[in-house]
Every structure is written in C-alpha cells, then in structure tokens.
C-alpha cells in the first residue's frame, strides 16, 4: 500500500475514534465499569460467567503471571466488585466471587450494550445485518491469522518432580 493510503487510513481511524469516544464514557453509561483497566472487565466477565474461580483460572484467563492476577483481583476486591472466600471442603482453596454489586455493575452494561446494539441493528436490514456479521468475521479471521503468526509458540509447561523420602 501507498504512504497515501496509509495517511488517509490513519485519518479515517482517528475520525471514527472521536466519534465513538463519548460512548465509552462513565457519564454516559453510569457505571464505574468503564473506570476498570482491561484485565478487571475480563476477570468480572469471566465471573459473570462462571460464578466463580481461583486464582490459577484467572491468570490463565488473563495470560498472566499468579502474582500479576493476585494484585487485579486485590484491586477488584477494595472497590467491592468481588470477594475471595475460602473453600469449606479444604481451607487452601481460594475461590473468587462477584458481589451483588460486582453483578448488578456488569449486568447493567449488558442491558445498555443490548439496548444500543438493538437500536443499531433495526437501523439495518436484513441483508445489512448479514453483510455486518460477515465483514466482522473476516477481520478478525484476518486478525487471528496475523497475531497467530507473530505470537511465539507458548512452549509446554514443565512439571517438576519433587522427590520426598
């Protein structure tokens, strides 16, 4: 591709970015969600989903170190999303839960994201619609096949033994 292609392509990015932007604002969804970093929504996503987890799952969720998951959910914990709470069949166990807060947050978004994407989509027809899904698809097909070649192969975990006499 041309440098003028590619100075209009950046054009276009940035002219849709302020466009977009007042929507992923607190003030206009009113949630406190949208003060959260990228790992905190995943990890209440995941919640949301699951009920609950262990740390483990989280950092694998997240792609992250234990420690570097220890400190979100830290994080999580003081702004009351969730709770770590001790497992009752073995006290080693730690399992993480969403508070009624922590819920009512990302179900709230939900709502309103389901609520902006119908309204977008009875701006379509049907046709559209297809043509939206079908175009979403190749991008991140496209992006999937990009990243899964520059992503280093993740290599197999090593399980080290521990001999006990």
Not at 31 to 45: G, H
Request: with cysteine; net charge negative.
């Amino acid at each position: 591709m041309d440098n003028d292609f590619n100075g209009n392509l950046e054009t276009m990015i940035f002219e849709y970015i302020d466009k977009i932007k007042y929507l992923l604002s607190p003030e206009i969804w009113g949630n406190e969600l949208f003060n959260c970093s990228k790992n905190e929504v995943f990890v209440l996503l995941l919640l949301y989903r699951r009920s609950d987890v262990n740390m483990t799952q989280i950092a694998d969720y997240l792609s992250v170190p234990l420690n570097t998951a220890t400190g979100i959910v830290a994080r999580m914990e003081k702004r009351d999303f969730l709770i770590r709470e001790r497992s009752s069949e073995d006290k080693r166990v730690v399992t993480i839960k969403l508070t009624e807060g922590g819920r009512a947050a990302i179900r709230d978004i939900l709502n309103e994201m389901i609520r902006y994407g119908q309204l977008m989509m009875d701006s379509f027809t049907t046709e559209e619609v297809k043509l939206i899904f079908k175009l979403v698809d190749k991008v991140m097909d496209t992006l999937s096949n990009d990243a899964s070649k520059t992503e280093a192969k993740p290599s197999e975990p090593k399980i080290r033994k521990i001999i006990i006499e």
